[in-house]
């Protein structure tokens, strides 16, 4: 059965430092998306991502984040300069279409460290 | 303001209990409500997904209710299991997946 994949599974960074967090979505789906769940958090709607463009962006999704599908496999989220609060687990999913009664398939998550 | 709200926050049960779990949710416009299942660490995974019109869905031992005059729903976990052990995520759609609202979930723990 397809499924989202993500890479690495856990990330420490230091504060101040780039990361860039990988997703391999589901083959024939057209839509991508970032989330975040702060430890004991709801989970976050980050950004949206279709035809290689942001679609939609949260408040949180500020000028240190950015997303890009470099080679029409993978999915990425740079977080450019990372603060202590970044500390998350970001999730990828992908679906066939923007409707909402298209599931979204989740990936495994990032665990994301800042020290 | 568009909420989820659920309850309780947590929950432990004894293997072979039945539980309910609530969502009430104020979110508009409204498309559907999804319940997920999310195991520790990993990333959420959908249950069930019901519309509007749909008062009760079933997915094995889970079955979800949903009265969309009173914006509520539940989940109701049959002869539980230790491997329900997870959080159950309440989330609320508009018309499309970037207007998903999540709710905080239910940390259900089954213990034998």
């Known amino acids: 059965e397809p499924e989202v994949t993500q890479t690495p599974s856990h990330q420490v960074t230091q504060m101040g430092q780039e990361v860039i967090l990988r997703c391999v979505p589901i083959?024939?789906?057209?839509?991508f998306y970032w989330y975040r769940q702060i430890l004991g958090q709801k989970v976050e709607f980050l950004v949206s991502?279709?035809?290689?463009?942001?679609?939609?962006k949260s408040e949180i999704f500020d000028d240190q984040f950015s997303v890009e599908r470099p080679d029409g496999s993978n999915f990425t989220l740079k977080i450019r300069s990372t603060k202590l609060e970044d500390s998350a687990m970001y999730f990828c999913?992908?679906?066939?279409?923007?409707?909402?009664?298209?599931?979204?398939?989740f990936g495994p998550g990032t665990r994301l460290t800042v020290l | 303001k568009n909420q989820v709200e659920q309850s309780p926050q947590s929950l432990i049960i004894l293997e072979g209990k039945n539980c309910t779990l609530q969502?009430?949710?104020?979110?508009?416009?409204?498309?559907?409500l999804r319940w997920y299942k999310q195991d520790t660490g990993r990333g959420p995974v959908s249950l069930t997904i019901?519309?509007?019109?749909?008062n009760t869905k079933s997915n094995g031992r889970y079955t979800a209710t949903l009265d969309a005059d009173t914006k509520q729903s539940s989940l109701h976990i049959t002869a539980s299991q230790l491997s329900d052990s997870a959080s159950y995520i309440c989330?609320?759609?508009?018309?499309?997946?970037?207007?998903?609202?999540f709710g905080a979930g239910t940390r259900l723990t089954v213990k034998p």
């Open positions: 999913a992908s679906s066939e279409g923007v409707l909402s009664y298209n599931e979204q398939f």
């Open positions: 969502c009430n949710y104020t979110v508009s416009p409204f498309s559907n």
């Open positions: 019901m519309t509007f019109s749909e």
């Open positions: 083959s024939n789906h057209l839509y």
């Open positions: 991502f279709y035809n290689n463009e942001i679609s939609e």
């Open positions: 989330v609320v759609s508009g018309y499309n997946n970037n207007d998903m609202r």
